[in-house]
């Protein structure tokens, strides 16, 4: 009973679940996930729409299927913010407390 009293005022067991819970906040609000997701979704959405544009669309872009393009320069843009948030995750910052 007494192993598991010192262990609840462990202050290196309450330290290191405070930095896994920083770590996870940092991961979590990442401004890259963000960015990529809704790039990665409008983009989506514009390219189907370029996909299915008429004569008279295709005709007002001179000739280039604008939509389309768009929606695969958004898609690429989105894929690559993911893909470095993926590859560099986000650090958690350094506590600023005494540590005792």
Known sequence: M???AE???????????????????ARLFDIRRVIGGLFVAYGLV???VGIFDGPAEID?????????????AMLA???LFLLWQWL???EPPESTGDRG
């Open 60 to 72: 007002k872009a001179q000739g280039v299927r604008i939509n389309l393009w768009a929606g695969l």
């Open 7 to 25: 262990e609840a005022n462990d202050p290196l067991v309450e330290e290191t679940e405070a930095e896994r819970s920083r770590s996870a906040a």
């Open 2 to 4: 007494s192993e598991n």
């Open 88 to 90: 560099r995750p986000a």
């Open 46 to 48: 514009v390219g189907v």
């Open 77 to 79: 843009f989105g894929l």
